[in-house]
């Protein structure tokens, strides 16, 4: 139990007590600064990360670094309201950003708001993680054994399920701390082997840093596109109060303290594998580079099979990290409103379903990634970019005309800009991939 529920008064029954000890974001409360860094790392650094360059070439050289930083800052800032506002109210903590919004704007309008939006990242992420992972292993099937019989993506997506059948059971977040720790690690390797394989490359001389189309709307669709890939590197928002849960508090030592220093470190990871990819893979490749910059390298061989394999390990991570918080919201649910007992079978059941349902999906739609862009758009951009920004309006209540007021007003608008436009490039790559599509080819 926290302390700071101690000092305050703890007004919670035996059974609730016992119901938030087994509960994957509120049972374990021990974690150090440094997890919230791997964490956050694991979260936010997706293989997203290697369709950078070509978000840059769809935007060109100054618009493209300059939604890439702005990106950057806003999300940080973001990120520094949530974890200020985990514990605003003393002796409580907001350990889910449901609860956040239930008291900015009430029980009712708080979870309609949060929850679907929420639920959008977190189980879209997870099934474009499986198509991620599922591919990354077909890609280095490919690049070890070229010669091998050709498998379908349908069969990779199975393998790789089966890793989160197993993991899919460690019970809360601290129990996988491990596997996120090797995800981050992973993840700054195939950043790192992006850009130090394009410098390798060397400069081209006949690169190109002319927009991709010659046609106008194409490069409207495409620089709406590039504004939902640079948004939707952005994404650990979704659950960062659920990893400053699980860091212990009282009221002489808040959670916010070892939380933000974690945050910090994270966005210095961030910053560390997404700037030099995006320049430098720009740079050497010009508008020529593919929407995965590992295919652009394909050489050396047995690198590019490396990478592939620290994004497998990653994804495998990222995964974990995204479907806890939804365990935890669908555990929630039936243990506190439909009044199941908690148990491991019910565990066993939530979490095996949950794992069949993302494989069944990303198997049926590989293309996921254009869906996502188009239905993302409108959770990505809210819960990262400017939904904390109003509920720090609407609980801080800073003074009109305020530089807080200003600076909360500006995200806004960024984020709701976002959210408009990069579901339309979301919605044309959908069309144009389910135009040639085949079910589990």
Known sequence: MDQAAVAAGDARTAEQKAIDEWLPVTSSRNAKWWYSTFHNVTAMVGAGVLSLPYAISQLGWGFGIMVLFMSW????????????????VPGKRFDRYHELGQHAFGEKLGLFIVVPQQLVVEVGTCIVYMVTGGKSLQKFQQSVCPDCKP?????????????????????????????????????????????????????????????????????????????????FAYAGHNVVLEIQATIPST?????????????????????????????????????????????????????????????IIHVIGGYQIYSMAVYDMIETYLVKSMNFKPSSSLRFTVRTSFVAATTFIAITFPFFGGLLGFFG????????????????????????????????????????????????????TIIKSAGSYQFYS
């Open 377 to 428: 758009g409108f959770a990505f951009a809210p819960t990262t970019f400017y939904l904390p920004c109003i509920i720090w309006l609407v609980v801080k209540k800073p003074k009109r005309g305020s530089l807080t007021w200003c600076m909360n007003w500006f995200c806004i608008v960024v984020g709701v800009t976002i959210m408009l436009l990069a579901p339309i490039g979301g919605l044309r």
């Open 73 to 88: 800052v806003i999300t940080l800032y973001t990120l520094w309201q949530m974890v200020q506002m985990h514990e605003m």
């Open 151 to 231: 498998l379908k993506t349908t069969y990779f997506i199975l393998i790789f399920s089966s890793v989160h059948f197993v993991l899919a059971h460690l019970p809360n977040f601290n129990s996988i701390s491990c596997v996120s720790f090797a995800a981050a690690v992973m993840s700054l390797s195939y950043s790192v082997i992006a850009w130090t394989a394009s410098l390798h490359r060397g400069y081209q001389e006949d690169v190109d840093y002319s927009f991709r189309s010659k046609i106008p709307s194409e490069r409207m669709f495409g620089m709406f596109t590039a504004l939902g890939d640079i948004a």
């Open 251 to 311: 009221p002489e030592k808040p959670s916010k303290g070892p939380m933000w220093l974690g945050c910090v470190v994270a966005y210095i990871i961030v910053a560390i594998c997404y700037f030099p990819v995006a320049i430098i893979g720009y740079y050497i490749f010009g508008n020529c580079v593919d929407d995965n910059i590992l295919i652009t390298l394909d050489h050396p061989r047995w690198l590019i099979a490396s990478a592939n394999m620290f994004v």
